[in-house]
């Protein structure tokens, strides 16, 4: 239901273990919205579920609980799925520079796919070709050495240097027509990092914060002198960031099939009203410390946060860099997970481009994370939003590198320290949470800003069970590093 599922990549590891277990039977296949238009002067369409027909005895949006949304587009999990049970599983191995294929078939080999490979250097292309592999028996593996070109793609991009990750990834397609799709409709596909970016920091000279009436600035950014506040870099205008825990409930948040859902305790807890208050904010020869607590009223735990801020001496390329270190300790009797772990903020727009360095190009959680590759991937705010009929959190991307979000104003470039989930919306999470229908969401001439450490699962308790251990995020001392730039 909604965003999620999480867990399949466990749920498939076990059925693939175990010979007697059958599973991955598709319940349910759409979302059975029905298409309807809201009585306004500018009728907008809408898809209805329960209680949009004035029936007394409903449930809810649990009819909107499949693979394809009501209009017959895919979601993101059907796209999670497809990676998932792929029929052959191609592993790459950078060590060895061996490609194994696994032929999951039960009684057709691995003989009517065509396989190929490309080398990207900070996701731009450096190589391609086809890939010879013998036809694979039904539950046999047969494994290659990668061509000669790819090791000279390899080695252009090394002497080249650009400073980037360079992959390989190797797909799997029809080499003939099918009864159910065309040749070279993509069956499987594998990624490995083949080279690494160099780990020497680059040097970052810190210029002192200087006191002015009203703010406080250092080097290209401008801070609220009360609050702490970002509210300029270099000519863009900007509000944040500021330590976020709260998201807009998932289905899978809402529901549980067999116990209290996990919204309950989050609500409970107070994680929808945090409070910010600011403790202190300090300039000193290095930069600006602020700190600050994150709780609700009447909560006898809260969450301690430290911003560390500082700049670069000179302009790197035209563009100044700013560094945020954010340093998170829980105090209190924390006894559920967050939401979410890390800093929200806003700069003008109703729509921008965004690029980004990283998984892709869809959605992609901790626990629903197989169907991203590794790659520069390209899209708009309003195409990264999706359209689930009841709205909720979406559209995060997981462990990007960095990203750049342009607007007329000029261009904010986010890198992580070594990775952030990003997360850009034309409204607030608050709005979001409180919409029950897409028609509900209207920009605010706001882009909001989410650049999290981490998110709380998306499991899929709806039905099921909630996310795995290593999915649920407690509440722990965390620091993570985000650096910030412009150029026009």
């Known amino acids: 239901m909604g ?3 999480g867990g399949l990549s466990e749920y498939q590891q076990v059925i693939e273990a175990h010979p007697r277990l059958a599973g991955g039977f598709i319940w349910e296949w759409i979302d059975h919205g029905i298409a309807r238009l809201t009585g306004q002067e500018e009728p907008h369409s809408f898809y ?8 007394e005895i409903h449930d809810g949006n649990f009819v909107a609980d499949g693979l394809l949304f009501p209009d017959r587009t895919p979601s993101p999990g059907l796209i999670e799925y497809k990676k998932v049970i792929e029929p052959v599983r191609i592993r790459i191995d950078p060590a060895t520079r061996q490609i194994s294929v696994r032929n999951l078939h039960h ?9 190929r490979w490309t080398v990207e250097d900070g996701g731009n292309p450096v190589g391609s070709g086809g890939l010879t592999v013998p036809a694979t028996a039904p539950d046999a593996t047969t494994s290659v050495a990668w061509p000669a070109d790819v090791t000279a ?8 240097d650009s400073g980037h990750e360079v992959w390989l990834t190797v797909t799997a397609v029809l080499a003939a ?5 065309g040749a070279g409709h993509e069956i499987a596909w594998a990624q490995g990092r083949i080279a690494a970016p160099p780990v020497s ?3 970052f000279a810190t210029v002192p914060a200087i006191a002015h009436d009203g703010f406080i600035a250092v080097g290209p950014a401008r801070f609220d002198a009360r609050s702490g506040m970002l ?3 270099g000519d863009l205008e900007l509000d944040g960031p500021m330590l976020d825990v709260w998201r807009a409930p998932i289905d899978n948040d809402l529901l549980n099939a067999t116990g209290a859902p996990q919204a309950a305790a989050w609500l409970a807890a107070g994680l929808h009203r945090m409070r910010h208050d600011v403790l202190g904010v300090e300039p000193d020869a290095s930069g600006l410390t602020v700190t600050a607590r994150l709780a609700a009223a009447g909560s006898s735990c809260g969450l301690g946060v430290v911003y560390r801020w500082t700049a670069c001496d000179t302009p790197d390329a035209g563009r100044s860099r700013l560094r945020l270190e954010t340093v998170v300790t829980p105090d209190g009797p924390w006894a559920v997970p967050l939401p979410r772990l890390g800093v929200a903020m806003s700069l003008p727009g109703a729509d921008a481009d965004v690029e980004w360095f990283g998984p892709g190009p869809g959605e992609a959680y901790r626990d629903s994370r197989a169907a991203a590759r590794v790659g520069r991937h390209r899209s708009t705010v309003s195409a990264m939003q999706i359209p689930q009929v009841r709205p909720q959190e979406n559209g995060n991307r997981h462990q990007v590198r960095r990203a750049t979000i342009t607007t007329p104003d000029g261009a904010l470039l986010i890198t992580g320290d070594p990775v952030i989930d990003l997360t850009v919306r034309p409204w607030s999470t608050e709005a979001l949470a409180a919409a029950s229908h897409q028609h509900d969401l209207v920009r605010d001439g706001r882009l909001h800003l989410h650049l999290d450490h981490a998110h709380h699962g998306l499991g899929s308790a709806a039905c099921g069970p909630g996310p795995l251990a290593p999915a649920v995020l407690a509440a722990v001392t965390t620091a993570f590093v ?6 026009r």
């Open 201 to 203: 920091p680059v040097p």
């Open 107 to 115: 009684v057709r080999d691995s003989g009517y796919l065509e396989f």
């Open 3 to 5: 965003t999620g599922p």
């Open 153 to 160: 793609a390899l080695e252009a991009a090394r002497a080249k």
């Open 231 to 233: 509210t300029r870099l």
């Open 48 to 55: 209805a579920y329960g209680g949009d027909f004035g029936e």
């Open 482 to 487: 985000v650096e910030f730039a412009t150029s």
């Open 177 to 181: 027509d099918e009864t159910w799709a």
